[in-house]
């Protein structure tokens, strides 16, 4: 098992910044990649960005590109999700989740590719 908790979700205003962080604990050594997603109210949950553990590739979808980073630190067994230039529709849940398998170089942004998620923190951005 691999145990997910993620911290850092608030309230910011437009145009701030907000760091995320996802700790793994648990059966570590399975997880080969982790990814972030986002669901706000009424909607499906969406994508927002990945990573290896192995070689730290990282991938985003586009309405983050350019704003959001996403980092890991092997030695911390944590993933971070760096959020700048905050817009109010950037306003969600933001879950972190891990993938064991090699499905995942193919479908990062596939929620169904995740093994593990973590609880979820949420991120409101006022305008």
């Known amino acids: 098992q691999v145990q997910l908790v993620e911290s850092g979700g608030g309230l910011v205003q437009a145009g701030g910044s907000v760091r995320l962080s996802c700790a793994v604990s648990?059966?570590?050594?399975?997880?080969?990649?982790m990814g972030w997603f986002r669901q706000a109210p009424g909607k499906e949950r969406e994508f927002v960005a990945a990573i290896s553990w192995i070689d730290g590739r990282t991938h985003y979808a586009d309405s983050v590109k350019g704003r959001f980073s996403i980092s890991r630190d092997n030695a911390k067994n944590t993933v971070y999700l760096q959020m700048n230039s905050l817009k109010p529709e950037d306003t969600a849940v933001y879950y972190c989740a891990a993938a064991t398998t090699g499905f995942w170089s193919s479908n990062y942004d596939q929620s169904w590719v995740y093994t593990y998620w973590g609880q979820g923190t949420q991120v409101t951005v006022s305008s």
């Open positions: 648990g059966r570590t050594f399975s997880s080969l990649a």
